[in-house]
């Protein structure tokens, strides 16, 4: 999917809900903040935008391509970083630019659902505990799982989006086919971009693991983390012991976990 970092940024450009809640993390939290999966940049660049130090990591080099075009033609800096969010370490770089650690790391927009694995998920996790400075949080958000949407019709194209592509001068339609493994929580999904002018598709497919809101708690918590605040759907901010012990709502669609290291 990530070959294609040009047409997945046309299509995700339009996406701002969170960008407000990933400012005020920023400002409450402090600097520099780390997006892991910066993929194309439109969180990172967006707090660089205010005057934030942004770092990123990605595994893909076409959307570390894409990033650093992004931040080049926006006249700011980003730090951007190859590898891989299961195992990583940027300790080196942060003690040559004089930091202590991140104030935030964050993972927006699902990236987290890339480790496949509970021990990818912890092996990210004790990366971010050696990256965090004292008072840092880190900040994963994550659609919460929903049976009517992983059991659909596997064989049917269910419709994404209709997004106009600058590098392809047409209309591109957006369809996705799925299929859910509930043993190893895999949803197994297939994208069709198709040209409207062109009728051509191009098809990409990937897997997300799908995290249930009381097991990431749970390894949260035994990786040695507290969560501070919680936010549902970008905007309803949960902060105070009953907010937190109530939760968020059953019909919650996305969750975002804030989380420091005692």
């Known amino acids: 999917l990530y070959d294609l970092a040009v047409l997945y940024d046309e299509q995700h450009r339009s996406f701002t809900e969170d960008l407000a809640m990933y400012e005020t993390l920023s400002r409450d939290y402090g600097e520099p903040v780390l997006e892991l999966g910066i993929g194309n940049a439109r969180v990172g660049l967006e707090l660089a935008r205010k005057g934030r130090e942004v770092w990123g990591l990605d595994l893909s080099p076409a959307m570390l391509r894409l990033s650093g075009e992004k931040a080049a033609a926006a ?11 299961s ?33 990818q998920l912890v092996g990210c996790l004790q990366s971010v505990a050696r990256h965090l400075k004292k008072g840092g949080v880190f900040a994963p958000s994550v659609f919460v799982p929903h049976p009517d949407y992983l059991y659909r019709d596997g064989e049917s194209l269910q419709f994404v989006d209709r997004f106009h592509s600058d590098s392809r001068k047409e209309e591109v339609e957006l369809y996705e086919t799925n299929s859910y493994d509930p043993i190893r929580q895999l949803n197994q999904i297939s994208w069709y971009f198709i040209g409207m002018d062109s009728e051509e598709t191009l098809e990409r497919r990937f897997s997300l693991r799908m995290y249930y809101p009381q097991e990431l708690r749970y390894i949260l918590r035994h990786c040695g983390f507290r969560i501070v605040e919680e936010w549902c759907e970008y905007t309803q901010r949960l902060r105070t012991p009953a907010e937190l012990s109530r939760g968020i709502p059953a019909d919650a669609i996305v969750q975002t976990l804030v989380c420091t290291r005692d």
């Not at 006249?75 to 969010?85: A, E, P, R």
Request: charge should be negative.
């Open 75 to 85: 006249k700011v800096k980003l730090g951007l970083y190859q590898g891989d969010m």
């Open 87 to 119: 195992n990583f370490d940027l300790t080196g770089a942060l003690m040559s630019a004089g930091h202590d650690g991140f104030g935030l790391i964050m993972v927006p927009f699902n990236s987290i659902c890339h480790l496949h694995s509970t021990e």
